[in-house]
């Protein structure tokens, strides 16, 4: 019973996923229409950012450090089915047992990264590495390095680079970062949430787009709403030639009761571009309150087909 619920949900997401893919490249192409995904599913929500600010080079910009300098811990949001973390005790399916293959080397380089310097649990640490720099961020901090690891920039607050946007992408530093190396486009993606009302909306999305492959320099700045009543909490960023696609675990505001998955894409050419750019969003409560934690598709190797959907 459990297999066969689990197999419909997938297929309901795949099936909303591909929808989102087609609807992108129409929505995008300048259709003016836009479709129900499905007869009774959810309509996709178009959305648009905020006008790009031109930025100094990130080199030449001083800066921010948050003012956090303690242990701060943010509570934990259960997701659907997740309420009851008592379980009894037995091995981690996941864990180890085995030596590492002859044919496995060692690492090339190993340095230290940026720590958890605001002392904020979790910690989400993420990075990337493209063929000249690794691209780390911790929370609400970010820091470039050289592949041998050196230190280039920071550690500096992820805000630092909506600097003179003048809007809560600038003045709020709240976390959940994503960096992305775009390999086909050779360019750099940092993005993290803006929850200036917390927990009431409007709740934002801040991306940050290179406009070179060298992170130091000057970045393209998005500020999209995603939802105006649901917060997006864990949002996780994919590479695609035809969009970048986010998911998200969204939560009611106010309450913070569960509110669904989210899914969005957002229009990548146009973004970079430097050009105001467009996003779909899609609430998928409505088809299965229980689906949570989907993570889009990201793409490191060869370009698929033209036309291949991402899928989540």
Known sequence: MRSAQLRRRLVIALAIVTVLAALAGNVFAGTQ????????????????????????PLKDTFPLYSKYSYLYEIPRKW??????????????????????????????????????RNGVLPPDPTGDIGPNHYVQAVNLSFAIYNRSGALLYGPADVNT???????PCETTNDGDPIVQYDHLADRWLIS??????????????????????????????????????????????????????????QFNQGTLTWGGQGVVVFERDKMLAGQTARMIYFDLYGVDANLGGMLPSDLDGQVPPAGTPNYF
């Open 33 to 56: 229409s836009v479709p129900a995904a499905q007869d009774s599913g959810p309509r996709p929500v178009v959305g648009s950012s905020e006008p790009n600010v031109g930025a100094n």
């Open 161 to 167: 680079l909506f600097a003179g946007m003048s809007g």
């Open 79 to 116: 997701l659907p089915n997740r309420t009851n973390p008592a379980q009894p005790e037995a091995p981690d399916p996941n864990l180890q047992d085995l030596p590492l293959a002859p044919n496995v080397i060692d690492p090339l380089v190993s340095f230290d990264g940026v720590n958890n």
């Open 192 to 249: 993290q949430f803006a929850l200036p009302n917390y927990p009431r909306g409007p709740f934002y999305e801040c991306i940050a787009v290179s406009q070179t492959p060298d992170p130091t320099g000057s970045w393209y700045r998005y500020q999209f709403t995603v939802s105006n009543t649901k917060m997006d909490d864990y949002p996780k960023i994919g590479v695609w030639p035809d969009g970048y696609y986010m998911s998200v675990n």
